[in-house]
């Protein structure tokens, strides 16, 4: 059975979860699928529909790309959100249930912490809410879910450090996570429209409405007037007004339990262009008839838009203070219907429009119309949007850089700042909390001693965004009303913050049809943006790591001299080949200062893994002493194959020890012929056993353990460099005697058509005469 608990890092246990929730319904069981909503099962009402993802194979969690992330979407009006969870594991009796982790948010991929790291300075991070199944079912039930884009997000617990070789170690435990959505929404809902009373009767099942928010509303009021129980007075309703988002759930519940004839409830800067459910539930028991009518009313904000008109009445060149006379003098409200005109009222906000500019995948940049600074005053707030509604942002981070002018911000002003998705907030004057009817925005502020503020959002939520501004003087008041601030903006939606720096890289990572990214880290950095340096290599570390990894080729020195002297030219031109590329890959393998590339990263890598195998091919083949013909047929035979089994797979074990054991098949029945054919075994001189097969041997069955066994990402740097040094000592030891009429350094080698290019020493003799 799953339990739930916070996300790393967030609040203490269960219970602080369901008090941030409030009503929302997290249960975790095994129960069936038809339970979910028995309740409403009578309801007519109410349909359900289930939606479900091909299943993905989970990894152990090194990074973020080792999670396996599904993309739901919910429809309008659900009432009920149940996702049925399930692990199946394959591997054999031995394999056990491991522990899954699986994680829930609206709005955008979650943002988790397995490994407990930093996150970068002046990120904005939400405790993800998390269950940890334990069994290979549970259910997550959520009542009330906002309409759009879910994402669960799960992976095994954090990877261990062994570098394991594909195809050389025991198959392991393959655990498979299938989560399948089952949602239940209202097909008959009553629209709540602007101070229009909508009488309504509850029984035994709720009330489903809904009210459209248009855009600048600035307070909604929800009241239940005319209240009456069974034809006496009294209003034993519970309201629950919004939808549930994880990890935060900021639904408002008006439970009126008095006998008063209204039950009023407020809410400012309520989501903008969207429709708000509002459930209507009864108190007084099944058989109780409960009559009332609901009343909506907005109270919208009159918006001054700094258009380009505006803009076109001031010199480029104005002061502050003549960009102030601009703007409108003090802030209020006007009722929806009334004083719409240009007069009707004081304004509420200064509305900056802004300029959406996409310049590449999850790249965008934002700036205002006017491509200047943003004044901000006292009296109203300035307010800009980002559009992040298309679906398609979510998989980036938002940054936000903001700057005020040297001059402008004094001892006792400040330019307090909020950044908030669907609503904007505006009171200022009452509050600087940036909370809203649904959001917990996010607080900055400038001021003479920090003239500059930075904002990272991971993954931000699919809505519009919007910053507000305002200048506060919280000891003088009166020194805010004639004083401006110019503010610098800096407004980018990117992949990765800062391309995750010099020791990670940015990986785009693609679920179906939606793209995300996130940052691999190298050299012992870790966190989201590569950025935790509590495990980081310093930089005399890298480079005598990379000194290691590419001057332990070197000792391929010793067989490329040895084959020479033995007039193998084609065995020292594999030696050398290996070499060359072994060098230059591992320089460009490595991450921060101590880095090279001649060429791209995977060239380097395919020509690496190509020599590494075949320099085993052509020694062991060496080994078995073929006539010429046959030994460069099977040299050239042999590289073919390598070349195409690594473009199949270039971590796969059996890719190269496939070929290595068929040339071990080889050279084993060339010394079996030759030692029925001579009857003596074969090599025949014990020294060249002694002094020669046996270390290399030995050798290369060290190699093959290090290779295979003993790797790790902590030792990598010492054992692969005792790899390529056993290696290549194996090769210079196993590398067969020359031939007994070739001399050493010499150049000569028979041809299949009996020519022969060396000096023939009957032709110099002299002749007497």
Known sequence: MGRARPGAGGAAGAAAVAAVAGPLLLL??????????????????????????????????????SARLF?????????????????????????????????FRYGAPPVINPLGTDFPANTSVQSPFFIKMLQSNASVNVSHPAPGDWFVAAHLPPSSQKIEVKGFVPPSCVYTFHPDMLVVRAVEVSILEPDVPLPQTLRSHPSYLKIFIPEYTQELRLELQGCVTNGSLGCPVRLTVGSATLPRNFQKVLTCVSLTWSCRLLLPSPPWERWLQVTAKSLAGPHVLVAFRAVATLTACRPWTMNLQHLLQSSPNCSCNASAALLPPGAGSWVP???????????????????????????????PADRVSVLVRSGTP???????????DSGGSLGISLQANQTAVTNSTRVAICMNAASPFLSFNASLNCTTAFFQGVRLSLSAASRKADLVVPYPETDNWYLSLQLVCPESPEECEQASVLVETALYLVPCLNDCGPYGQCLLLRRHSYLYAGCSCKAGWRGWSCTDNST?????????????LTLSNLVFLAPIAVSVHRALLVEASVYAYTMFFSTFYHACDQPGEAVLCILSYDTLQFCDFLGSGVSIWVTILCMARLKAAQKHVLFLLGT???????????????????PCLFAFVVMVTMWVYRCRHRRHCYPTSWQRWAFYLLPGISMAAVAVAIYTSMMTSDNYYYTHSIWHMLLAGSAAFLLPPREEHTKPWACSQKLTCHYQICRNHREELYTVT
């Open 28 to 65: 975790l069981a095994r129960a069936p699928p038809a339970a979910a909503g028995d309740g409403r099962r009578s309801d007519v009402r109410l349909v359900s529909e289930q939606f479900s993802q091909s299943p993905q194979k989970l990894s152990f969690y090194s990074w973020y790309g």
């Open 71 to 103: 993309h739901f979407r919910v429809p309008p009006d659900a009432v009920l959100l149940r996702w049925l969870l399930q692990v199946s594991r394959a591997g054999g009796p031995t394999c056990s249930h491991a522990e899954v982790t699986v994680y």
């Open 337 to 367: 219907g009334r004083s719409r005109g240009a007069g009707g009222g004081p304004f509420c906000l200064t509305s900056y429009p802004v300029i959406r500019e996409d310049t590449d995948v999850l790249s965008v940049r934002f700036w």
């Open 382 to 392: 300035s307010v800009m949007r980002l559009y992040l509604h298309t679906g398609a």
């Open 536 to 548: 980081a290599q310093t930089v005399a570390q890298q480079r005598v790591a990379t000194l290691l």
């Open 640 to 658: 073919l194959i390598f070349a195409m089994s690594l473009q199949l797979d270039r971590r796969g074990a059996w890719n190269t020890l496939g």
